[in-house]
């Protein structure tokens, strides 16, 4: 496998580069990332990393992609998300259901960086819920017509080729939807300003209108009408790699707090002196690890071939909620200087923020995830990664049937009506990703077996918490486990004013 | 109007569409929940949900998931409806 030959290279001399070339703090002061910066990004292969050899890539597979996105979100996440988007939603769905002729115009330059690759799916009235996307593509001869906006477009500044998510109304169903290859060149593509970020400063993100354009029809990619579908695949990489970078920011936020801790003295000692400060050390050092876990085991999972929307989904939750974390504990034990620009992880949390809502708000991955689970569509089978028996292995097992026995006492309680009771579902979910996490733990190779064990300990826990929540819902009724109390409705529909006097 | 099967169709038919937001008259039974209405299983499954409130029934969830097209849905509601008269 090329992996292999090639990653420990490529890893070498990224290494050199970050060292020597990106830093953080100038490339967000200088606005959106550089040509320069992007002809050198090429010049290293990165936008080759998931593309096959025969196309001028390197093959690298999931797992590979994902090292190589964490080492470049450690020093920088807007060139990791750069590099990531590209390689993940950007070619994915061109290598995976393109045909032959498109891949063998595209993929090439798509590798060389000459082009790069953006994904566009979100629009005005589209975000969480993409079956509302009315960008149409019309049949017309052998060719589409493509009409629409697509906003929150990553990447789009410099992109020369767009995959789009648009509605196949004459084929694939009324509501059918495909995905399109757009390229940027094409009459009737108006690519509009960048848009003023929180974070991910360096990174481009704009609207794209799409104006009577016209492609080929083989630029269709994949079946009309399984456009939805198509997309959701093509997430699973984007979510993993998303889900990489956030372990670049959770090691590199661990990396800046410990640096901070060891050297800071007050009250005459190092702050790392202090049982509260090596407790918030040793908790980011936890959950890091359990991060890291759940990235491989999807990495793993890609490589055999085994179903990865579960894990993919599971690791963009749980590491992004861990690094906005891990910044934000970061901050806290820097003091002062941590809330000031110049500490470097004020920059961290910011560009951490967008990660629980891109690529699939939380909220909503969670309650499809629980709804899944409800409806007895996802097995536990799913959650078990590991095979080692031993003490946390029987834990795993006992949480694993807690979970089962809850879930089939609230379809008791609750019936159909339950799919509509999100907070339990969302709990449910919490419970679900935890076990994944703990198992992931369990199944880490690191020879770092007592962090890897109290990391899963950590993850049984919060999936104990998270069942015990679920399972006193049942008690009420299914409208109750919304958990909105009646004075709460009232309160939210009566005023735009959030305003309380106590 | 839902003690007749009919008028249980109708509410079905109307529910859809206002769960869709679209015009009932642009709902039809033959069209496919999935790939003409755009629902995939687990919002189909929220849509059952909200009818067996609507009409008063129980509707399990196993067979839910099966339904394909707006007709099975309705077809679904009358069977539920024998089973529990
Ligand atoms: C920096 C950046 C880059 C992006 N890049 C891309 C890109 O390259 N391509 C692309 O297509 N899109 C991109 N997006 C768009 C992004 O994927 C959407 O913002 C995201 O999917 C959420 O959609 P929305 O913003 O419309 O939020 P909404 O759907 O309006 O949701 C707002 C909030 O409401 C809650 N919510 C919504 N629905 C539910 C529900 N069913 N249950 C419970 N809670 C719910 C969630 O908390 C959610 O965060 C990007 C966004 C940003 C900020």
């Given amino acids: 496998m090329p992996d292999a030959d090639a990653l420990p290279l490529v890893e070498a001399q990224l290494r050199r580069f970050l060292r020597r070339e990106v830093d953080a703090g100038s490339l967000e002061a200088g606005g959106r990332i550089s040509d320069a910066m992007l002809a050198k990004v090429a010049e290293l292969g990165l936008f080759g990393l998931s593309i096959p050899e025969r196309w001028g890539g390197l093959e690298l597979g999931l797992a590979g992609c994902c090292s190589v996105v964490t080492q470049l979100a450690r020093s920088d996440r807007s060139l990791a998300t750069t590099v990531g988007l590209h390689n993940g939603l950007g070619v994915r769905p061109l290598i995976d259901r393109g045909g032959d002729a498109l891949r063998a115009r595209w993929l090439p330059r798509l590798a060389a960086g000459e082009v790069i690759a953006s994904f566009a799916a979100t629009e005005a009235g589209a975000g969480s819920d993409l079956t509302r996307a009315a960008t149409l593509a019309t049949l017309d001869g052998d060719h589409v017509v493509v009409e629409g906006e697509k906003h929150f477009v990553t990447n789009g500044g410099f992109a020369g080729l767009f995959t789009i998510l648009a509605r196949t109304p004459d084929r694939g169903g009324a509501r059918g939807q495909a995905l399109v290859l757009v390229p940027r060149d094409t009459p009737g593509v108006t690519v509009g300003p960048e848009e003023h970020k929180l974070g991910l400063r360096a990174s481009s993100t704009v609207t794209v209108r799409f104006d009577g354009v016209r492609v080929p029809a083989d630029h269709v990619l994949g079946e009309p009408g399984a456009g939805a579908s198509d997309a959701l695949a093509a997430l699973e990489w984007g979510r993993t790699l998303m889900a990489a970078g956030c372990v670049g920011t959770a090691v590199a936020a661990t990396d800046a707090a410990l640096e901070h801790v060891r050297t800071r003295r007050q009250f005459g000692r190092p702050l790392l002196s202090f049982p509260s400060v090596r407790q918030h050390v040793a908790a980011m050092l936890r959950e890091s690890f359990a991060m890291q876990a759940l990235v491989m085991a999807a990495g793993r999972a890609e490589r055999r071939g085994d179903e990865l929307s579960h894990l993919a989904t599971a690791a963009k939750i749980v590491c992004s909620e861990g690094a906005f974390d891990l910044c934000d504990r970061a901050i806290q034990l820097h003091g002062g200087l941590g809330y000031l620009e110049g500490s470097g992880v004020a920059r961290m949390l910011r560009d951490a923020r967008v990660t629980r809502i891109f690529e699939g708000a939380n909220e909503v991955l969670l309650a499809r995830l629980g709804t899944a689970l409800y409806a007895a569509e996802s097995s536990a089978e799913r959650r078990r990664l590991h095979e080692h028996d031993g003490p946390l292995a029987a834990r795993f097992d006992d949480v694993d049937a807690h979970l089962e026995v809850a879930l089939i006492r609230a379809r008791e309680i609750h019936g159909l009506a339950g799919v509509r009771a999100q907070t339990l579902l969302q709990a449910f979910a919490r419970a679900d990703i935890a076990l994944a996490a703990a198992s992931a733990c369990l199944a880490s190779r690191s020879p770092e077996r007592a962090l890897a064990h109290q990391a899963a300990e950590d993850q049984l826990d919060r999936a104990e918490r998270w069942i015990v929540a679920a399972a006193g819902a049942p008690e009420r009724s299914a409208r109750d486990a919304l958990l909105v109390e009646p004075w709460v409705e009232r309160r939210l529909d009566a005023s735009p004013s959030s305003e309380v006097r106590a | ?85």
């Fill in chain 2, 1 to 85: 109007m839902l003690e007749t099967p009919d008028g249980r169709r109708s509410r079905t038919i109307e529910l859809i569409a206002e769960i869709l937001e679209v015009q009932v008259d642009t709902v039809r039974p033959p069209q496919r929940l999935r790939e003409d209405l755009g629902l995939d299983s687990l919002q189909s499954l929220e849509l059952l949900s909200l009818l067996g409130e609507e009409l008063r029934l129980e509707l399990p969830m196993e067979e839910a998931l099966e339904l394909e097209t707006v007709e099975d849905a309705c077809a679904f509601v009358e069977r539920t409806v024998a089973a529990n008269a």
